[in-house]
């Protein structure tokens, strides 16, 4: 089941042929392609409430433990690695091996740690730079024993690009037109221009000349659920849908 973290994350973003920023259509393709989008990150919640699941029974550590995390790690493009991260916040298994080195961090003091102590929900956060040195996103479901107690959290580290780039990618190229997909704060996760990530379009300069389209993004972060779309050209460049 999607959590509303998870479908608030989404705005896209599509191209087509125009000269200025205006209401417009919405391609008949976008609700295609938010489908794919939730179907890919929904895959990968369930998985990690599976995977969270396991771990009660089992433990957050050992054999048994590495196999959930290492299988979980692999069904999923983008993911980076997964971790048993204790009641403190303390990752205590790591999978892949080549991610093992990160045992015994620290990571408490991260804001997704922090909300799912608090409410024993599950979490995604926001992109930022994890203690892996990568520009990721985090979710997590919390690991409940058998009796209720809390014992810690599943966390699957993903680079957003890359999981949005095998769901929907493909796609958009067929298609015709550019996709941006959108963190409520206004930075851009993925786009099939890539140059494009990691901007934002509330605050970049390349945006600035455009103030509806930032006011449309802005609107679509507060919304749960609906669409709207704006034509936004550049000089020389395709312009761009935002849903």
């Avoid at 990150?41 to 409430?49: C, F, G, Q, S």
Wanted: proline share 5%; with cysteine.
């Amino acid at each position: 089941m999607r959590t509303p973290a998870l479908l608030t994350l989404l705005a896209c973003a599509l191209a087509s042929h125009g000269a200025s920023a205006q209401q417009a259509p919405v391609p008949p393709t976008v609700p295609r392609l938010q489908s794919r989008l939730e179907v890919a990150i929904d895959a990968l919640d369930r998985d990690v409430a599976k995977a969270a699941e396991a771990l009660g029974e089992k433990g957050l550590i050992g054999p048994e433990a590495r196999g959930v995390l290492r299988d979980l790690c692999a069904r999923h493009a983008g993911c980076v690695d997964c971790t048993a991260v204790d009641a403190k916040g303390v990752m205590r298994a790591v999978e892949p091996e080549a991610y093992r080195k990160f045992e015994g961090s620290d990571i408490s003091g991260q804001e997704q740690v922090r909300r799912l102590q608090q409410t024993r929900k599950p979490v995604l956060s926001a992109a930022f730079r994890a203690v892996e040195g990568i520009d990721a996103v985090d979710l997590e479901h919390p690991v409940l024993s058998p009796s209720g107690e809390v014992l810690g959290s599943v966390s699957a580290l993903v680079e957003a690009q890359e999981l949005l780039a095998q769901a929907c990618g493909k796609a958009a190229e067929q298609a015709g037109f550019e996709v941006w997909v959108l963190q409520t704060d206004g930075r851009i996760l993925y786009g099939t221009r890539r140059d494009s990530i990691g901007k934002n379009l509330f605050t970049d300069e390349r945006f600035t000349a455009f103030p509806s389209v930032a006011q449309m993004g802005r609107q679509l972060a507060d919304q749960y659920e609906g669409s709207a779309a704006y034509e936004f050209a550049e000089k020389g460049q395709k312009p761009v849908f935002i849903l």
